[in-house]
């Protein structure tokens, strides 16, 4: 019988990724509490799978043993009956699904609030039934600090109306959630707003100088800053009316998408991008 297994991999000293074959989840730890990153759509418990994570890595030592970049692969019954004391936080980088199913695990986490109304409307169930876990709002500026290990939210609307980026200050370190990835960016539903986008994007390359290093939610995990600048590029290539689109049906819903070379834009079909023209 197959059982499920997740594979993490240390990023650097503090900082995991977490797999679940679609989606990636960010464990982030500081000298008095850890964050989770997301919380993922396919996890039997991944409450439990960070905290097995906190205890210490497979087998024996310490995680400032392992190299960065290792892979380590857990199984469920790794998981099973972990418990943890070190105190453990959750904050989602936007309220699509595929980002906040483990959150019912938790009696609280940080969202923005321009994504409180979409998390409502993706976790109908929860919050009809019973109370949910709380919503604690983060603002652009914000920093979370986990001891030691700063990390500073800047809001990045367009993906969704309350995505965040996520600067890990000391390491260098940035997670876009899912607004700057290689492979398919969503931009279609009336949850998102491709016109902010762009400008979010340059928010972040105003930053460039702060981080060296991306990591994104899906697809490839880790890439360049300069990729922000290539989907900046794509998108405005895309917005210009320079790129044909291609139908597709995706969700129960018909997209036109836009392969602009670095990434794909996912984008509703009555949204038409004008090709610029000479003054008539
Ligand atoms: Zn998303
Ligand atoms: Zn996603």
């Not at 906040?100 to 994504?115: L, P």
């Not at 969503?186 to 707003?193: E, K, L, Q, V, Y």
């Not at 044909?244 to 794909?264: K, L, Q, V």
Request: proline share 4%.
């Amino acid at each position: 019988m197959d059982e499920r297994k997740y594979e993490i991999i240390k990023l650097y000293d503090g900082a995991w990724s977490i797999e679940d074959g679609f989606v990636r989840c960010f464990l982030m730890k500081g000298d008095e509490k850890a964050l989770l990153i997301d919380s993922g759509i396919d996890f039997e418990s991944i409450k439990k799978l960070a905290q097995t994570i906190l205890n210490g890595p497979k087998g024996a030592g310490s995680w400032e043993e392992i190299e960065a970049d290792a892979s380590v692969i857990y199984t469920q019954a790794d998981i099973d009956g972990a418990e943890g004391s070190f105190p453990l936080e959750l904050l989602n980088t936007h309220g699509d699904g595929d980002h906040c199913q483990g959150n019912h695990e938790f009696d609280w986490f940080y969202i923005h609030e321009a994504d409180a109304h979409l998390y409502k409307r993706e976790h109908k169930d929860l919050y009809e039934n019973a109370a949910g876990p709380e919503m604690r709002f983060v603002n652009d500026g914000d920093t979370i600090d986990l001891g030691n290990h700063p990390l500073e939210i800047i809001h990045i609307p367009g993906h969704t109306h309350g995505s965040i980026a996520i600067l890990d200050v000391n390491a260098r370190a940035l997670y876009p959630g899912d607004s700057v990835q290689t492979g398919d960016i969503f931009m279609f539903g009336d949850h998102r707003n491709l016109d902010e986008y762009p400008a979010s994007l340059m928010k972040l390359q105003d930053m460039e100088e702060r981080f060296d290093v991306l990591y994104a939610s899906h697809a490839q995990l880790k890439m360049e800053p300069d990729y922000i600048g290539e989907c900046f590029d794509a998108c405005e290539s895309m917005m210009h009316g320079e790129v044909e689109p291609r139908e597709e049906e995706r969700h129960g819903f018909t997209i036109f998408a836009y392969d602009c070379g670095a990434c794909t834009f996912l984008v509703d079909p009555d949204r038409v991008f004008e090709a610029e023209e000479e003054d008539e």
